[in-house]
Protein backbone atom coordinates (compact mmCIF):
# COMPACT_ATOMS: atom_id res chain seq x y z
CA UNK A 1 0.00 0.00 0.00
CA UNK A 2 2.76 2.42 0.69
CA UNK A 3 4.34 1.69 -2.66
CA UNK A 4 1.03 2.27 -4.37
CA UNK A 5 0.88 5.82 -2.72
CA UNK A 6 4.45 6.59 -3.05
CA UNK A 7 3.53 5.59 -6.80
CA UNK A 8 0.31 7.70 -6.66
CA UNK A 9 2.18 10.90 -5.71
CA UNK A 10 5.30 10.63 -8.33
CA UNK A 11 2.45 10.34 -10.79
CA UNK A 12 0.97 13.43 -9.41
CA UNK A 13 4.07 15.16 -9.81
CA UNK A 14 5.29 13.96 -12.99
CA UNK A 15 1.91 13.97 -15.05
CA UNK A 16 2.11 13.05 -18.20
CA UNK A 17 5.93 12.49 -18.30
CA UNK A 18 5.52 9.51 -15.69
CA UNK A 19 5.17 7.33 -18.66
CA UNK A 20 8.38 8.11 -19.96
CA UNK A 21 10.35 8.36 -16.73
CA UNK A 22 10.73 5.27 -15.02
CA UNK A 23 10.88 6.47 -11.23
CA UNK A 24 13.80 4.43 -9.26
CA UNK A 25 12.40 2.64 -6.52
CA UNK A 26 15.35 3.95 -4.25
CA UNK A 27 14.13 7.12 -4.83
CA UNK A 28 10.48 6.58 -4.14
CA UNK A 29 11.55 5.16 -0.92
CA UNK A 30 13.36 8.16 0.30
CA UNK A 31 10.31 10.73 -0.68
CA UNK A 32 8.49 8.18 1.73
CA UNK A 33 10.60 8.63 4.34
CA UNK A 34 10.59 12.00 4.65
CA UNK A 35 7.23 13.18 3.13
CA UNK A 36 5.41 12.29 6.76
CA UNK A 37 7.79 15.00 8.59
CA UNK A 38 6.73 17.91 5.99
CA UNK A 39 3.48 19.76 6.21
CA UNK A 40 2.69 18.55 3.00
CA UNK A 41 -0.48 16.40 1.25
CA UNK A 42 0.97 13.17 -0.61
CA UNK A 43 -1.03 14.86 -3.67
CA UNK A 44 -0.08 18.15 -3.18
CA UNK A 45 2.59 19.17 -5.70
CA UNK A 46 2.85 22.79 -5.11
CA UNK A 47 3.64 22.66 -1.38
CA UNK A 48 6.26 19.52 -2.23
CA UNK A 49 8.32 21.13 -5.09
CA UNK A 50 8.22 24.51 -2.77
CA UNK A 51 9.15 22.84 0.41
CA UNK A 52 12.88 23.52 0.52
CA UNK A 53 13.57 21.20 3.52
CA UNK A 54 11.90 18.84 1.81
CA UNK A 55 13.74 18.28 -1.25
CA UNK A 56 16.72 18.90 0.65
CA UNK A 57 16.49 15.46 2.85
CA UNK A 58 15.27 13.62 -0.20
CA UNK A 59 17.85 14.69 -2.45
CA UNK A 60 20.77 13.52 -0.09
CA UNK A 61 19.02 10.42 0.59
CA UNK A 62 18.27 9.76 -2.87
CA UNK A 63 22.11 10.43 -3.38
CA UNK A 64 23.43 8.26 -0.41
CA UNK A 65 20.64 5.60 -1.04
CA UNK A 66 20.83 5.31 -5.62
CA UNK A 67 23.59 5.03 -8.18
CA UNK A 68 24.39 7.99 -9.91
CA UNK A 69 22.62 6.75 -12.92
CA UNK A 70 19.29 6.73 -10.45
CA UNK A 71 19.74 9.96 -8.58
CA UNK A 72 19.93 11.95 -11.92
CA UNK A 73 16.81 10.43 -13.16
CA UNK A 74 14.96 10.87 -10.17
CA UNK A 75 16.53 14.40 -10.17
CA UNK A 76 15.18 15.57 -13.74
CA UNK A 77 11.88 14.03 -12.76
CA UNK A 78 11.24 15.69 -10.23
CA UNK A 79 12.78 19.20 -11.40
CA UNK A 80 10.65 18.63 -14.87
CA UNK A 81 7.26 18.21 -13.04
CA UNK A 82 8.04 20.97 -10.81
CA UNK A 83 8.20 23.50 -13.69
CA UNK A 84 11.43 24.69 -12.64
CA UNK A 85 13.07 26.81 -15.93
CA UNK A 86 16.02 24.57 -17.87
CA UNK A 87 19.15 26.45 -17.83
CA UNK A 88 20.81 26.71 -20.82
CA UNK A 89 24.55 28.54 -20.79
CA UNK A 90 25.80 26.94 -24.01
CA UNK A 91 26.34 29.98 -25.49
CA UNK A 92 28.69 31.68 -23.14
CA UNK A 93 32.02 30.21 -23.53
CA UNK A 94 32.08 30.16 -27.60
CA UNK A 95 30.99 33.62 -27.66
CA UNK A 96 33.68 34.57 -24.77
CA UNK A 97 35.95 32.35 -26.82
CA UNK A 98 35.30 33.98 -30.42
CA UNK A 99 35.42 37.69 -29.10
CA UNK A 100 38.40 37.44 -27.01
CA UNK A 101 40.28 35.24 -29.83
CA UNK A 102 39.81 37.62 -32.59
CA UNK A 103 41.01 40.85 -30.27
CA UNK A 104 44.12 38.90 -29.66
CA UNK A 105 44.93 37.78 -32.95
CA UNK A 106 44.29 41.44 -34.22
CA UNK A 107 46.66 42.54 -31.50
CA UNK A 108 49.31 40.09 -32.45
CA UNK A 109 49.00 40.88 -35.82
CA UNK A 110 49.63 44.69 -34.95
CA UNK A 111 52.54 43.59 -32.68
CA UNK A 112 53.99 41.59 -36.11
CA UNK A 113 53.79 44.77 -38.09
CA UNK A 114 54.71 47.46 -35.53
CA UNK A 115 57.78 44.63 -35.83
CA UNK A 116 58.09 44.48 -39.43
CA UNK A 117 58.42 48.50 -39.68
CA UNK A 118 61.36 48.23 -37.54
CA UNK A 119 62.79 45.42 -38.90
CA UNK A 120 63.06 43.14 -35.93
CA UNK A 121 60.34 41.07 -36.82
CA UNK A 122 62.19 37.62 -35.73
CA UNK A 123 62.90 37.65 -31.87
CA UNK A 124 62.43 35.55 -28.99
CA UNK A 125 59.42 37.59 -27.55
CA UNK A 126 57.32 37.60 -31.15
CA UNK A 127 58.38 33.79 -31.28
CA UNK A 128 56.57 33.11 -27.88
CA UNK A 129 53.70 35.37 -28.68
CA UNK A 130 52.94 33.65 -31.49
CA UNK A 131 53.54 30.02 -30.23
CA UNK A 132 51.07 31.24 -26.86
CA UNK A 133 48.13 32.09 -29.29
CA UNK A 134 49.00 29.03 -31.97
CA UNK A 135 48.85 27.08 -28.67
CA UNK A 136 45.58 28.24 -27.30
CA UNK A 137 43.79 28.17 -31.13
CA UNK A 138 44.59 25.04 -31.49
CA UNK A 139 43.26 23.74 -28.38
CA UNK A 140 39.63 25.97 -29.12
CA UNK A 141 39.64 24.56 -32.46
CA UNK A 142 40.16 20.47 -31.69
CA UNK A 143 38.03 21.17 -29.06
CA UNK A 144 35.02 22.64 -31.12
CA UNK A 145 35.65 20.53 -34.06
CA UNK A 146 35.41 17.37 -31.07
CA UNK A 147 32.65 18.99 -30.10
CA UNK A 148 30.72 18.90 -33.14
CA UNK A 149 31.66 15.08 -34.49
CA UNK A 150 30.06 14.09 -31.00
CA UNK A 151 26.72 16.51 -32.19
CA UNK A 152 26.70 14.55 -34.86
CA UNK A 153 26.81 10.98 -33.64
CA UNK A 154 24.31 12.03 -30.96
CA UNK A 155 21.95 13.76 -33.75
CA UNK A 156 22.33 10.30 -35.52
CA UNK A 157 21.17 8.26 -32.45
CA UNK A 158 18.13 10.60 -32.03
CA UNK A 159 19.12 11.78 -28.91
CA UNK A 160 18.05 15.25 -27.64
CA UNK A 161 21.38 17.33 -26.38
CA UNK A 162 21.98 20.74 -27.39
CA UNK A 163 25.01 21.92 -29.28
CA UNK A 164 27.54 19.77 -27.20
CA UNK A 165 25.90 19.78 -23.50
CA UNK A 166 28.09 21.63 -22.02
CA UNK A 167 26.32 24.32 -19.78
CA UNK A 168 22.92 22.23 -19.02
CA UNK A 169 22.28 20.54 -15.92
CA UNK A 170 23.79 17.28 -16.19
CA UNK A 171 20.23 15.29 -14.80
CA UNK A 172 18.64 16.88 -18.28
CA UNK A 173 21.36 14.78 -20.80
CA UNK A 174 20.68 11.49 -21.72
CA UNK A 175 22.38 9.10 -19.07
CA UNK A 176 23.91 7.21 -22.39
CA UNK A 177 25.87 10.04 -23.69
CA UNK A 178 27.18 12.08 -20.46
CA UNK A 179 30.59 10.31 -20.29
CA UNK A 180 30.95 11.22 -23.90
CA UNK A 181 29.64 15.01 -23.51
CA UNK A 182 31.85 15.44 -20.26
CA UNK A 183 34.94 13.83 -21.96
CA UNK A 184 34.45 16.38 -24.82
CA UNK A 185 33.86 19.23 -22.64
CA UNK A 186 35.61 18.55 -19.30
CA UNK A 187 38.60 17.29 -21.52
CA UNK A 188 38.70 19.85 -24.13
CA UNK A 189 37.39 22.69 -22.86
CA UNK A 190 38.84 22.59 -19.01
CA UNK A 191 40.96 19.52 -18.52
CA UNK A 192 43.37 20.15 -21.66
CA UNK A 193 42.86 23.82 -21.50
CA UNK A 194 43.70 24.16 -17.80
CA UNK A 195 47.17 22.64 -19.02
CA UNK A 196 47.48 24.88 -21.74
CA UNK A 197 46.40 27.66 -19.85
CA UNK A 198 49.40 27.09 -17.33
CA UNK A 199 51.42 27.25 -20.36
CA UNK A 200 50.43 30.05 -22.23
CA UNK A 201 50.23 32.44 -19.02
CA UNK A 202 53.76 31.39 -18.64
CA UNK A 203 54.78 31.96 -22.15
CA UNK A 204 53.04 35.77 -22.28
CA UNK A 205 54.91 36.26 -18.37
CA UNK A 206 57.89 35.45 -20.10
CA UNK A 207 57.69 37.41 -23.27
CA UNK A 208 56.65 40.53 -21.38
CA UNK A 209 59.41 40.35 -19.07
CA UNK A 210 62.03 39.82 -22.80
CA UNK A 211 60.28 43.30 -23.41
CA UNK A 212 61.92 44.82 -20.38
CA UNK A 213 64.95 43.44 -21.06
CA UNK A 214 65.09 44.98 -24.29
CA UNK A 215 63.56 48.45 -23.33
CA UNK A 216 65.18 49.17 -19.75
CA UNK A 217 68.96 48.11 -19.90
CA UNK A 218 69.76 49.38 -16.00
CA UNK A 219 71.65 46.03 -14.51
CA UNK A 220 69.28 45.84 -11.51
CA UNK A 221 66.46 45.67 -13.76
CA UNK A 222 68.08 43.16 -16.25
CA UNK A 223 69.18 40.61 -12.63
CA UNK A 224 65.38 40.94 -11.73
CA UNK A 225 63.99 40.20 -14.95
CA UNK A 226 66.48 36.99 -15.25
CA UNK A 227 65.32 35.55 -11.77
CA UNK A 228 61.65 36.36 -12.79
CA UNK A 229 62.10 34.20 -15.98
CA UNK A 230 63.29 31.44 -14.13
CA UNK A 231 60.78 31.38 -11.92
CA UNK A 232 58.18 31.96 -14.93
CA UNK A 233 60.16 28.72 -16.44
CA UNK A 234 60.01 26.90 -13.37
CA UNK A 235 56.18 27.24 -13.23
CA UNK A 236 54.80 26.44 -16.53
CA UNK A 237 55.94 22.74 -16.08
CA UNK A 238 55.28 22.19 -12.28
CA UNK A 239 51.70 23.64 -12.76
CA UNK A 240 51.42 21.84 -16.44
CA UNK A 241 52.31 18.80 -15.34
CA UNK A 242 50.45 18.69 -12.03
CA UNK A 243 46.66 19.07 -13.89
CA UNK A 244 48.03 16.15 -16.41
CA UNK A 245 47.92 14.16 -13.40
CA UNK A 246 45.31 15.11 -11.34
CA UNK A 247 43.73 11.97 -11.71
CA UNK A 248 45.08 8.59 -11.80
CA UNK A 249 44.32 6.80 -14.35
CA UNK A 250 43.90 9.84 -16.33
CA UNK A 251 40.78 9.11 -17.73
CA UNK A 252 39.42 9.04 -14.47
CA UNK A 253 38.78 12.87 -14.64
CA UNK A 254 35.75 12.04 -17.28
CA UNK A 255 34.21 8.75 -15.98
CA UNK A 256 34.54 9.52 -12.33
CA UNK A 257 30.67 10.89 -12.66
CA UNK A 258 28.79 7.54 -12.52
CA UNK A 259 30.63 6.13 -9.04
CA UNK A 260 31.05 2.61 -11.33
CA UNK A 261 35.17 3.41 -12.46
CA UNK A 262 38.32 3.08 -9.96
CA UNK A 263 40.45 5.66 -8.94
CA UNK A 264 42.06 8.90 -7.32
CA UNK A 265 42.66 12.31 -7.37
CA UNK A 266 44.03 14.88 -5.32
CA UNK A 267 42.32 17.86 -3.87
CA UNK A 268 42.29 20.24 -7.41
CA UNK A 269 40.91 22.93 -5.35
CA UNK A 270 43.66 23.30 -3.25
CA UNK A 271 45.75 22.73 -6.11
CA UNK A 272 43.76 25.46 -8.74
CA UNK A 273 44.26 28.08 -5.19
CA UNK A 274 47.81 27.78 -4.77
CA UNK A 275 48.71 28.00 -8.31
CA UNK A 276 46.40 31.05 -8.95
CA UNK A 277 47.64 32.66 -5.67
CA UNK A 278 51.36 32.25 -7.33
CA UNK A 279 50.11 33.14 -10.75
CA UNK A 280 48.88 36.50 -9.69
CA UNK A 281 51.50 37.28 -7.28
CA UNK A 282 54.03 36.77 -10.43
CA UNK A 283 51.25 38.87 -12.54
CA UNK A 284 51.78 42.01 -9.64
CA UNK A 285 55.77 41.64 -9.55
CA UNK A 286 55.73 41.92 -13.26
CA UNK A 287 53.42 44.40 -13.62
CA UNK A 288 55.24 47.13 -10.60
CA UNK A 289 58.51 46.21 -12.61
CA UNK A 290 58.84 49.02 -15.18
CA UNK A 291 56.39 51.51 -13.06
CA UNK A 292 58.98 53.56 -11.36
CA UNK A 293 61.17 53.44 -14.28
CA UNK A 294 58.21 54.75 -16.15
CA UNK A 295 57.39 57.82 -14.28
CA UNK A 296 60.79 59.07 -14.00
CA UNK A 297 61.03 59.52 -17.91
CA UNK A 298 62.02 62.85 -19.12
CA UNK A 299 58.23 63.20 -21.40
CA UNK A 300 55.28 65.08 -21.40
CA UNK A 301 52.44 64.36 -18.91
CA UNK A 302 50.09 62.88 -21.35
CA UNK A 303 52.87 60.87 -23.06
CA UNK A 304 53.58 59.79 -19.29
CA UNK A 305 50.06 58.95 -18.75
CA UNK A 306 49.36 56.61 -21.32
CA UNK A 307 52.84 54.56 -21.03
CA UNK A 308 52.05 53.85 -17.57
CA UNK A 309 48.39 52.60 -18.23
CA UNK A 310 49.45 50.65 -21.47
CA UNK A 311 51.44 48.77 -19.17
CA UNK A 312 48.82 48.47 -15.92
CA UNK A 313 46.22 46.87 -18.60
CA UNK A 314 48.27 43.78 -16.79
CA UNK A 315 46.11 44.57 -14.04
CA UNK A 316 43.31 42.93 -16.11
CA UNK A 317 44.33 40.23 -16.56
CA UNK A 318 45.18 40.24 -12.39
CA UNK A 319 41.25 41.06 -11.90
CA UNK A 320 40.16 38.21 -14.02
CA UNK A 321 42.73 36.19 -12.44
CA UNK A 322 40.74 36.82 -8.99
CA UNK A 323 36.91 35.88 -10.59
CA UNK A 324 38.52 32.90 -11.94
CA UNK A 325 39.28 31.81 -8.87
CA UNK A 326 35.67 32.37 -7.10
CA UNK A 327 34.67 30.13 -9.78
CA UNK A 328 37.14 27.50 -8.85
CA UNK A 329 35.31 26.70 -5.88
CA UNK A 330 33.42 24.04 -6.64
CA UNK A 331 34.86 22.73 -9.78
CA UNK A 332 36.37 19.66 -8.20
CA UNK A 333 33.65 18.43 -5.57
CA UNK A 334 30.55 19.49 -7.88
CA UNK A 335 28.28 17.07 -9.01
CA UNK A 336 26.49 19.24 -11.89
CA UNK A 337 29.86 19.28 -13.93
CA UNK A 338 28.43 20.26 -17.12
CA UNK A 339 26.92 23.25 -15.81
CA UNK A 340 28.76 24.35 -12.71
CA UNK A 341 32.31 24.00 -14.33
CA UNK A 342 31.16 26.79 -17.45
CA UNK A 343 32.49 29.99 -15.49
CA UNK A 344 35.91 28.22 -14.83
CA UNK A 345 36.28 27.30 -18.76
CA UNK A 346 35.12 31.16 -20.11
CA UNK A 347 36.87 32.96 -17.46
CA UNK A 348 40.28 30.56 -17.95
CA UNK A 349 40.04 31.34 -22.35
CA UNK A 350 39.56 34.95 -20.88
CA UNK A 351 42.59 35.24 -18.82
CA UNK A 352 44.81 33.71 -21.72
CA UNK A 353 43.86 36.01 -24.49
CA UNK A 354 43.37 38.92 -22.42
CA UNK A 355 47.41 37.44 -21.27
CA UNK A 356 48.12 37.79 -25.08
CA UNK A 357 46.33 41.41 -25.51
CA UNK A 358 48.40 42.57 -22.71
CA UNK A 359 52.14 41.58 -23.93
CA UNK A 360 50.89 43.15 -27.54
CA UNK A 361 49.79 46.90 -26.35
CA UNK A 362 53.41 48.44 -26.45
CA UNK A 363 53.07 47.38 -30.54
CA UNK A 364 49.42 48.51 -30.71
CA UNK A 365 50.28 51.96 -29.20
CA UNK A 366 52.91 52.56 -31.49
CA UNK A 367 50.78 51.85 -34.60
CA UNK A 368 47.86 53.93 -33.38
CA UNK A 369 50.77 56.83 -32.94
CA UNK A 370 51.65 56.70 -36.11
CA UNK A 371 48.16 56.62 -37.07
CA UNK A 372 46.70 59.25 -34.67
CA UNK A 373 49.81 61.39 -33.30
CA UNK A 374 47.45 64.04 -32.17
CA UNK A 375 46.15 61.55 -29.48
CA UNK A 376 49.44 59.46 -28.67
CA UNK A 377 52.15 62.36 -29.08
CA UNK A 378 53.30 63.97 -26.28
CA UNK A 379 51.80 66.66 -25.01
CA UNK A 380 55.15 68.83 -24.79
CA UNK A 381 56.77 67.74 -27.87
CA UNK A 382 55.16 68.79 -31.26
CA UNK A 383 57.62 67.38 -33.20
CA UNK A 384 59.53 64.15 -32.35
CA UNK A 385 61.95 61.11 -34.30
CA UNK A 386 61.16 57.56 -33.64
CA UNK A 387 63.47 56.39 -30.47
CA UNK A 388 64.46 52.78 -31.51
CA UNK A 389 64.72 50.37 -28.27
CA UNK A 390 68.21 50.75 -26.28
CA UNK A 391 69.56 47.33 -26.24
CA UNK A 392 73.44 47.27 -24.72
CA UNK A 393 74.43 46.69 -28.41
CA UNK A 394 73.09 49.91 -28.97
CA UNK A 395 75.69 53.48 -29.91
CA UNK A 396 75.67 55.02 -26.39
CA UNK A 397 74.64 52.26 -24.05
CA UNK A 398 76.50 53.15 -20.43
CA UNK A 399 77.14 49.79 -18.34
CA UNK A 400 76.15 52.01 -15.46
CA UNK A 401 72.44 51.80 -16.24
CA UNK A 402 70.27 54.66 -17.90
CA UNK A 403 67.75 55.61 -20.73
CA UNK A 404 70.20 58.16 -22.96
CA UNK A 405 68.60 61.07 -25.76
CA UNK A 406 71.44 61.61 -27.87
CA UNK A 407 70.27 63.84 -31.05
CA UNK A 408 72.98 65.43 -33.43
CA UNK A 409 72.23 68.15 -35.87
CA UNK A 410 74.80 68.63 -39.10
CA UNK A 411 74.65 71.65 -40.22
CA UNK A 412 75.76 72.33 -43.96
CA UNK A 413 76.89 75.64 -45.39
CA UNK A 414 79.35 77.28 -47.79
CA UNK A 415 79.54 79.82 -50.25
CA UNK A 416 79.73 79.47 -53.93
CA UNK A 417 83.51 81.37 -54.99
CA UNK A 418 83.92 83.09 -58.06
CA UNK A 419 85.25 79.73 -59.73
CA UNK A 420 81.84 77.68 -59.11
CA UNK A 421 83.15 75.75 -56.69
CA UNK A 422 80.96 75.21 -53.69
CA UNK A 423 83.21 74.86 -50.46
CA UNK A 424 81.16 73.58 -47.50
CA UNK A 425 81.98 72.98 -43.57
CA UNK A 426 79.66 70.71 -41.44
CA UNK A 427 79.10 71.64 -37.91
CA UNK A 428 77.60 68.83 -35.34
CA UNK A 429 75.49 69.72 -33.04
CA UNK A 430 75.09 67.46 -29.74
CA UNK A 431 72.55 67.63 -27.24
CA UNK A 432 72.85 64.46 -24.85
CA UNK A 433 71.35 63.96 -21.39
CA UNK A 434 70.56 61.06 -19.27
CA UNK A 435 66.88 60.67 -18.98
CA UNK A 436 66.62 58.06 -16.59
CA UNK A 437 69.15 56.25 -14.24
CA UNK A 438 68.51 53.21 -11.88
Known amino acids: MKAFSVALLFGALVGSSFAEVSTPACAADCLATYLPQSGCNATDAPCICSDVTLNGQVQNCTLAACTTREALTALN ?15 ITPVVTAVSGTFAIVAVVMRLV ?18 ALVSVLKD ?5 V ?3 IIHITLDADNSIVSTDGFGRDIW ?16 QLVWISEIMYMVVLGLTKIAMLLLYLKVFPGQTSRRVCFVMIGLCLAYIPATA ?5 HCTPVSYNWTNWTGETEGSCFSFNTFAWAQSSINIVLDLIIISLPMPQ ?6 GRKKRIQIVLMFSVGLFITIVSVVRLTALVNFATTTNATYDNVPTAY ?20 LLKTAFPSCFGSSTDTKTTPRPYITPNSPGYKLSGGIQKSTTNTVTFGPISADGVSHSSNIELVDERWRDRD
Do not use: Y
Open 77 to 91: ATKTSCGEPVRDLTV
Open 114 to 131: DSFNRGNMLNWSNLLIIL
Open 140 to 144: VCAGQ
Open 146 to 148: TGM
Open 172 to 187: TLPHDNITEIIMVNIL
Open 241 to 245: LATFF
Open 294 to 299: LWKLNM
Open 347 to 366: WSVLEIFVSIICCCMPAVRS
